[in-house]
């Protein structure tokens, strides 16, 4: 049923120069959605992937910090992943597993918004998969304790971002990190060369990088 509302939505919306592709062409591209769970700031990012091509549609942040009870922020992460599940109809969610720290409670809280999430995508019919966040860095940058500004600046080159499509939180860019390493597992693209930084990935796909 889900496969069937998507193809109409997507059908309903093609211009008469595009009408002409076939159901398969177009059912070929998959859209993925990245969440990095949060308490406060919740980041999610959305690609379109085909073949071994992604290109982003979209990332930002849910901001829970003006809702001081903790479960009605619960009832928002819902009421928003929901949302925005409804608007770019995924056919897969990647979501980051919750780093085990030493503070109890704060793993707690941020398991509870995780649950949240994935139950919005489980109401919605879509796939989960999880990733551990050494994971997600290993697969952008090659390095598994690589900074969130390291992640942002290989998914800018990776997926070919204007400054200004970079976002101010890096919990988007988290998320839409989260989309690409799945895109990565999904494909044939090789998750097992690693890059020191960027330009040893410059110089190992000077055929990916603009200008070279």
């Not at 928002?76 to 979501?95: G, H, K, W």
């Not at 860095?137 to 390291?150: D, L, R, V, W």
Request: glycine share 8%; proline share 5%.
């Amino acid at each position: 049923m889900k496969l069937l509302f998507k193809a109409f939505h997507l059908f309903s919306h093609l211009s008469p120069l595009t009408s002409y592709l076939s159901p398969l062409t177009i059912m070929s591209e998959r859209i993925i959605l990245g969440i990095d769970p949060g308490t406060n700031v919740m980041g999610y990012g959305i690609i379109k992937a085909q073949g071994n091509s992604a290109k982003m549609v979209a990332m930002g942040i849910i901001d829970l910090r003006n809702q001081s009870d903790p479960y009605l922020r619960l009832g928002v992460i819902f009421q928003r992943v929901t949302s925005i599940i409804d608007q770019y109809l995924p056919d897969e969610m990647a979501i980051e597993a919750p780093f085990f720290g030493k503070n109890v409670q704060s793993m707690l809280k941020l398991g509870r918004a995780q649950g949240v999430a994935i139950a919005a995508a489980i109401r919605h019919d879509v796939p989960i998969h999880e990733y551990a966040p050494m994971k997600i860095k290993m697969a952008i940058t090659g390095n598994g304790s690589a900074s969130k500004e390291q992640v942002a600046g290989m998914l800018q080159r990776l997926l070919r971002l204007a400054p200004s499509d970079m976002p101010t939180f890096m919990d988007a860019t988290d998320a839409l990190a989260a989309a690409y390493c799945h895109f990565m597992q999904r494909t044939d693209i090789s998750t097992d060369t690693h890059y020191s930084g960027w330009k040893d990935f410059a110089n190992k796909n000077k055929g990916r990088v603009k200008g070279q």
